[in-house]
């Protein structure tokens, strides 16, 4: 599986943005998928998963509320959509794959996209 995540940009505080990361392979709708985001000087972060048919969903505490992720995998996509962006939300913004796990460790997922950068000015 290989992703390709976009969407970032910059936003004010408040804001709203949708990320989409794009799948490609034949077995994307089997793999339980999810959204990491890293600010700058600061560890990876999870944000959130959901699984392979999208009857399951889990979030950091932080984002609850806020974000909400989906997928169409008829589209081979995945999506976050954020609201009531703040700028502690300022990071660079990673999909991920995997077959067999939807946790929020980072080192268990198998696939990573490049990253898609969000900036929330205050």
């Known amino acids: 599986v290989q992703l390709q995540a976009s969407g970032g940009g910059l936003v004010q505080s408040g804001g709203s943005l949708k990320l989409s990361c794009a799948g490609s392979?034949?077995?994307?709708?089997?793999?339980?998928m999810g959204w990491f985001r890293q600010a700058p000087g600061k560890d990876l972060e999870f944000v959130a998963a959901?699984?392979?048919?999208?009857?399951?969903?889990k979030y950091a505490d932080s984002m609850k509320g806020r974000f909400t992720i989906s997928r169409d995998n008829a589209k081979n996509t995945v999506y976050l959509q954020m609201h009531g962006l703040r700028p502690e939300d300022t990071a660079v913004y990673y999909c991920?794959?995997?077959?067999?796990?939807?946790?929020?460790?980072?080192?268990?997922?198998?696939?990573w996209g490049q990253g898609t950068l969000v900036t929330v000015s205050s």
């Open positions: 991920v794959a995997d077959q067999q796990y939807m946790g929020d460790l980072a080192d268990q997922y198998e696939h």
């Open positions: 392979g034949r077995t994307f709708g089997n793999h339980a």
């Open positions: 959901i699984s392979w048919k999208g009857g399951t969903t």
